[in-house]
């Protein structure tokens, strides 16, 4: 295998080696080698397939910008990235590396008959195809869209690495570590402020990296810059991130940065993050991110070994390695001059230089020719050869018909710059077009950034260096010198494009949209350059269009006969390349997804074998199944014994606020639809708590510990957002109360004791309270002694049986638990979990806030009308509850539900209706909110809300569902224990 | 009479960090939350022994007790005295709460020992450890010892204190410590 | 991500720890249970949602808990001031009848 590595040239170590196979076979590949060079060094050019015509492509570029050679990069097979910019990616030992998009090889693709099938595949293509039948596009036109879309493909395994996030702040933000971005963080460091430098490359350096004709303060640009970087890492205030892309600029200089922290090692230690998400709130940001070299809009100007002028120079003079043995130069710039120049000096013949100028720069112009190079003004390249490789360009003197065929292996084009304003058009500035050169630039800032350098068209050197030294903040004396000032540059189709339909001329490459496609676009009517985008896709793939949007514009423009301020361009946005998943994911994965709340009784439930349901981010007990049982018969036992004995529920995840103040009964006044004054201290009351639209918003016990406080509690779910809207009013409508409010959900451990033997379990364990009916009756609450630990004991029951609410401290949760739980079982009592909560609760009409209710049922629409103060003059609902709307009558009404066939259980959900027969769309009643099978009224119970359903009692409604239709009957909703004498004991 | 009940602690045996940053669970301790406006605080900063901050951010120390501005009526007040394990703890914020009813100005006192636990990240990778989830800045010239706040970790509510240059105390309610406490552990890891 | 500068922490803070809390400046109604249902329908469900400049309040609700309230153009996202809940609706800082003096606040 012929080696293009160049003895002498570059900076990589010849000694220290890495081994990669690419699509099977192996290579070699020096340490600091991108996949790109290291395959470039084996005059490797074809790397992949282009997206829709799947053409052969190879690498373009030396940067973040490739849109043509994406691999996918693998350690292992869960280790494995598709669509990996192979400029981007440094070579490791042992990297697995294949191409994509093609089959059954990357020589040979079967799809390639898209390239013949062309004209089939203009622009809106898929828009105008697949329009009809409309019953294919599911079963037909999707999957297989699908399966030709897209590049890579995914992974199917988890991905095993793990991915860090970090906040970080500072006071300048410097954004591209070259000869500007250098000089700004060296200016901001030495006024002593704290300064994180970023750049994407491994090294610093930026176009310092392959422009060796550079100068700065007497020495090669590079060598410069690499001081630079020894001087600000050994600074405290400096934080300098490389193989970090700034991806997003947010609102107030929030910047998303990305850091690639293994991808570049053989073997990586296990505990590293594979990448690490910055989110940085930076007072300043500079810009220093340069600027990206356009290609040439010509006839076939994508076959490999036709790239960037300055990506070979990049891939010369840094990375050692010649693009080719026989090169030509198509341009519009000067900058490809230098190309050729460094080139030649390194042996490497040069075929011709191509011109599409009558009158280039001088300089560069007698420099070349000088070295014996042939320099053709005023001519273009109008066509390639080569199959998977360029063999030859075809060159014509503009406008003559006459050509010449010049044989190359490679061919280097530029149409100039285009400043990168990607992170300032994202950070919402406005840019204006800079007509002499045929550019966007910065204009308005609407953050407090800068920009310097040739992303704020910047073009002189020593200009650059003062303008980003004072961006900084300070003064660095830096000075610098170039060996040829550069001129030209062009946007648009070059001679060559064609207007023959049958050309391709590439705009944008990673989409195949070619000047046709554009002009196309516009002559069947877009004439917005948004509209243009889409219709075409020109600078929608995952590149963004950073080669192609200006000569997209540019064509557009020509088109349309408009200036190209007037046809606009398009808005940037973050990301500036792609982020991993696995990055904007970070920590938030496996445990650390969402915090998993368990109780204090948590582990003493799992001991006694509880399954656990998830409610909100609570763990709750679900229910307890001894061996041998389902749910169903878990849940009907425990329902049973509960009644019959007792039953233990951990009852902690209820919302609990402390309300404490001399205005606290008067708040709760207000916050509630009851009254509060005349509540005793050692009382509890039930409370429902509306919004200002009357509708029912939570509702839960209130026990008055004092005068001065209360002890409120609220559903599992509601707990934060009940504290939310009371402080909500505390603050803002009435502020001059004195009362505070405290989440005390977690101070405490709850711990209910319900049934016939509830007290007896308890009573031995409480000291300093008589628990009789006669001086502890239901609603009461106390505080006293659990075992020694101070508690508070209510005397409340969601089951209709004695019930008793334990609270005590959280860490003694658990022992507390087992104390009770050890006296049950003796008692022949059992643990309860959340479903026979529900159960119980229902066999007595009490209903869930959240799912007997849904936001649009008032109190008396619940049957809990009683609740709503008469006297009172205000509280949040009072007004709302005088809507039309809400006092009207046929409002749905929670009533019961008993089914014609006790045994049947209804689905929760499922719609009402008076007439069966009804032809469809029926008249829908209303639904079932709550559904279950009563094992202690040894049939199935139910809650719905139905239109006027109170006046229906006794009536028989319908529910029908997919294979049948439910009679049942309207009743009421207490279906046990209807006289209610149980719960006094 | 009943046996007394034992505490059971929610980080019981939590261990993590790594070289540069040391992750422990804090001793119990007693807490209260103290509510009251402005013209109360006098009363309750003698009342309490330790005088109640007024700034925003800042906490203030006397012996084992430390009162953290949480807002502008809101403190989080520790006491960090020798706790029997047997003792629960609420005795000594009852007292905290005691004293403060004593000075008879209106104020909220409620007691937050259990609901609250608290871990101990120490160490020069402190700060670096808590911005793997804290959205603040804790260089030492915005967030000094002695520095407070209430803030996110991750997905959950926070108070942080810093207590020395390398010190931090992470208070969270007692259900979210194990999130805490692993993400700790992770970002700790990935430094 | 939003920068939001707390009037009661006088700090800049993470959006993160806030939550919008809707529009500024509407007064519940002092006789609320008398008042028209136009009056109520005005005061609860009708809002502005402008496209500019807007008083809005927020809640600084994972720092110190207080609402507070904000002048914010919605279309740049930018505060141009904060204030403590309970002061009157403040004018645009820059415009003439702005008194930055009457404001225990701070831009943001």
């Given at each position: 295998?012929?080696?293009?590595r160049?003895?002498?040239a ?12 690419f ?62 910019r ?24 079967i ?51 793990h ?29 002593g402020?704290?300064v ?28 410069w810059?690499q ?5 600000l890492?050994?600074m405290p205030?400096?934080r300098v ?25 053989p ?26 070299e ?7 100007n ?18 050692g390695?010649?693009v080719?043995s ?14 050729a ?17 009558a ?22 390249v ?28 490679a ?8 400043p990168?304003?990607?992170l ?7 840019l ?8 966007f ?17 910047t ?25 040829f000032?550069?001129?030209?540059g ?6 060559g ?5 049958t ?11 070619t ?13 917005s ?10 600078g ?75 409610v ?19 849940v ?38 009851n ?7 050692g009382?509890?009351?039930y ?6 639209d ?13 005068e001065d ?26 502020p001059?109360?004195?009362v ?11 711990i ?9 379990i ?39 049986e004695?019930g ?26 059992c643990?309860?979990g ?5 159960v ?22 619940a ?17 709302g509850?005088?809507r ?46 709550s ?8 049939r ?7 239109a006027d ?37 | ?6 505490r ?12 540069s ?6 001793q119990p301790a ?6 009251a ?21 800042t ?35 009852n ?31 402190a ?10 800045d ?28 390398q ?22 890891e990935?430094? | ?12 803070r ?6 919008w ?6 007064a ?16 609860f ?12 309040r ?30 009157p ?5 820059g415009t ?10 701070g831009?943001?």
């Amino acid at each position: 295998m012929t080696s293009y590595r160049i003895k002498g040239a570059g900076r990589l170590t010849p000694a220290r080696t890495a081994r990669f196979t690419f699509d099977g076979k192996i290579y070699t590949a020096l340490e600091g080698d991108t996949v790109a060079s290291a395959l470039l060094a084996n005059g490797v050019h074809l790397m992949g397939r282009s997206f829709k015509y799947h053409r052969p492509r190879g690498i373009l570029s030396a940067g973040a910008e490739e849109p043509n050679a994406l691999l996918d990069v693998a350690r292992d097979a869960a280790r494995r990235q598709p669509n990996v910019r192979a400029s981007v990616q440094e070579v490791f030992d042992g990297a697995i590396i294949q191409s994509q998009n093609r089959w059954p090889t990357l020589g040979f693709d079967i799809s390639s008959i898209n390239n013949l099938l062309s004209p089939f595949f203009a622009a809106g293509f898929y828009y105008k195809t697949f329009m009809w039948p409309r019953e294919a596009w599911a079963k037909l036109y999707e999957p297989i869209i699908r399966r030709a879309a897209g590049l890579g493909v995914a992974p199917k395994e988890e991905d095993p690495d793990h991915y860090a996030n970090r906040f970080a702040h500072c006071d300048v933000l410097v954004a591209g570590a070259g000869a500007a971005g250098l000089t700004a963080a060296l200016s901001a460091a030495e006024t002593g402020a704290s300064v994180i430098l970023v750049d994407e490359r491994a090294e610093v350096g930026g176009a310092l990296l392959f422009d060796t004709s550079v100068t700065i303060n007497g020495q090669s640009g590079y060598d410069w810059a690499q001081g630079v970087l020894v001087k600000l890492a050994a600074m405290p205030n400096v934080r300098v991130l490389t193989r970090t892309t700034v991806f997003g600029y947010y609102n107030h200089n929030f910047i998303g940065l990305v850091e690639r922290v293994t991808d570049h090692m053989p073997r990586p230690d296990k505990l590293l993050p594979r990448e690490r998400l910055w989110q940085v709130r930076a007072k300043k940001v500079v810009l220093a991110t340069g600027a990206i070299e356009r290609h040439m809009v010509f006839a076939n100007n994508d076959r490999p070994g036709i790239l960037l002028a300055s990506a070979a120079r990049m891939y010369l003079n840094h990375y050692g390695v010649a693009v080719g043995s026989r090169i030509g130069v198509y341009t519009a710039h000067d900058s490809a001059y230098e190309a050729a120049i460094d080139l030649k000096k390194a042996g490497v013949e040069i075929a011709a230089i191509v011109d599409c100028r009558a009158k280039p720069g001088d300089a560069v112009v007698s420099a070349a020719r000088n070295l014996g190079i042939e320099v053709l003004t005023g001519y273009s390249v109008i066509d390639t050869a080569g199959r998977l490789r360029i063999s030859s360009m075809t060159v014509a003197r503009n406008s003559s018909t006459n050509h010449r065929k010049i044989a190359v292996d490679a061919l280097l084009m530029s149409g100039g710059w285009t400043p990168s304003v990607h992170l300032f058009s994202q950070s919402r500035g406005k840019l204006k077009f800079d007509a002499e050169n045929q550019r966007f630039l910065p204009n308005i800032y609407a953050e407090n950034s800068i920009s310097v350098g040739a992303c704020n068209g910047t073009d002189d050197l020593n200009a650059l260096l003062t303008e980003a030294s004072a961006a900084g903040g300070g003064s660095v004396s830096v000075s610098g010198d170039s060996a040829f000032t550069w001129t030209g540059g062009m946007i648009g189709a070059a001679e060559g494009a064609g207007k023959d339909t049958t050309v391709k001329a590439f705009v944008d490459f990673q989409h195949d949209v070619t000047a046709k496609d554009i002009r196309l676009a516009v002559r069947e009517g877009m004439h917005s350059i948004e509209h243009i985008k889409r219709f075409t896709t020109n600078g929608m793939a995952s590149d963004q269009g950073k080669l192609s949007n200006m000569h997209g514009l540019a064509i557009a423009a020509e088109v349309l006969g408009k200036e190209i301020p007037q046809v606009g361009l398009t808005t940037f946005r973050a990301p500036y390349t792609p982020v991993t998943y696995g990055t904007l994911i970070a920590h938030s994965r496996g445990d650390l997804f969402d915090p998993a709340r368990k109780t204090p009784l948590h582990a003493e439930l799992t001991k006694a074998g509880a399954e656990f349901e998830d409610v909100g981010n609570w763990k709750r007990a679900w229910y307890f199944p001894r061996r041998g049982e389902d749910m169903h018969a878990a849940v009907n036992r425990e329902c049973r014994t509960a009644r019959e004995v007792a039953g233990i529920f951990d009852a902690s995840t209820l919302g609990k606020i402390e309300v404490v103040g001399p205005d606290a009964a008067k708040f709760l006044n207000l916050m509630y639809t009851n009254a509060w004054d005349n509540l005793k201290p050692g009382k509890c009351r039930y409370g429902i708590m509306t919004r200002e639209d009357g509708f029912v918003y939570d509702d839960g016990v209130v026990g008055r510990l004092a005068e001065d406080r209360f002890h409120v509690t609220t559903t599992t779910g509601g707990a934060p957002r009940v504290l939310h809207h009371m402080e909500d009013y505390l603050h803002t409508e009435f502020p001059d109360l004195k009362v505070w409010l405290t989440s005390t959900t977690e101070q405490w451990a709850v711990i209910a004791v319900q049934g016939p033997k509830a007290r007896e379990i308890i009573e031995p364990l409480v000291e300093g309270l008589d628990l009789s009916s006669e001086a502890f009756p239901h609603m009461s609450v106390a505080e006293c002694t659990v075992m020694g630990v101070p508690a508070r004991l209510f005397r409340v029951s969601f089951t209709g049986e004695v019930g008793y609410e334990v609270n005590v401290p959280a860490d003694y949760g658990a022992s507390v638990w087992k104390a009770i739980w050890e006296r049950g079982e003796a008692l022949g009592a059992c643990l309860y979990g959340t479903e026979t909560m529900h159960v119980l609760r229902a066999e007595k009409g009490y209903i869930i806030v959240g799912q007997d209710t849904d936001g649009t049922v008032t109190p008396d629409d619940a049957g809990y009308g009683w609740a709503v103060s008469k006297k009172k003059t205000d509280f949040v609902g009072i007004r709302g509850l005088k809507r039309p709307d809400l006092m009207r009558s046929g409002r749905k009404q929670l009533v019961g539900l008993l089914t014609a066939d006790p045994l049947e259980v209804l689905e929760e959900g499922g719609q009402i209706v008076a007439d069966p027969n009804e032809p469809k769309p029926m008249t829908m009643l209303g639904h079932v909110t709550s559904a279950y099978w009563s094992e202690n009224l040894g049939r199935s119970i139910a809650i719905a809300l139905v239109a006027d359903g109170r006046a229906r009692m006794g009536q028989t409604v319908y529910i029908p569902m997919k294979d049948k239709t439910i009679a049942a009957t309207v009743s009421d909703m207490v279906f046990f224990d209807k006289e209610g004498g149980r719960i006094h004991g | 009479m009943a046996d007394l009940a034992i505490r059971t602690l929610p980080l019981a045996g939590a261990h993590g960090g790594s070289a540069s940053v040391r992750l422990e669970p804090a001793q119990p301790a007693r807490r209260i939350s103290l509510r009251a406006g402005a013209e109360a605080v006098a009363a309750l900063s003698t009342a309490l022994g330790v005088n109640l901050p007024t700034e925003p951010r800042t906490s203030a120390s006397n012996d084992s007790r430390t009162a953290l501005w949480l807002g502008p009526d809101e403190w989080l007040v520790i006491d960090e005295g020798a706790v029997d394990l047997n003792d629960s703890g609420t005795g000594v914020a009852n007292g905290l709460i005691n004293a403060a009813a004593g000075t008879g100005v209106a104020h909220s006192a409620t007691d937050v020992s259990h609901r609250n636990t608290a871990i101990l990240v120490s160490g020069p990778a402190a700060a670096d450890v808590l911005n793997g989830g804290c959205p603040l800045d804790l260089s030492l010239k915005a967030f000094r010892v002695g520095a407070c706040a209430r803030t996110l970790f991750g997905k959950i509510e926070v108070v942080l204190l810093r207590t020395g240059e390398q010190n931090f105390r992470l208070e969270c309610w007692r259900s979210f410590s194990e999130y805490a406490f692993g993400l700790l552990r992770q970002s700790a890891e990935d430094l | 991500m939003l920068l939001i500068h707390c009037p009661y922490c006088r700090d800049d803070r993470s959006e993160l720890e806030f939550r919008w809390a809707g529009e500024a400046h509407i007064a519940r109604p002092e006789q609320i249970s008398e008042i028209s249902d136009e009056a109520f329908s005005e005061y609860f469900f009708m809002r502005d949602n402008t496209k500019g400049i807007a008083w809005e309040r927020w809640r600084h609700i994972h720092g110190c808990g207080r609402f507070f309230n904000a002048i914010r153009d919605t279309v740049s996202d930018k505060f141009l001031l904060t204030y403590k809940a309970g002061l009157p609706r403040q004018p645009v800082p820059g415009t003439e009848t702005a008194g930055v003096e009457t404001v225990e606040g701070g831009a943001a």
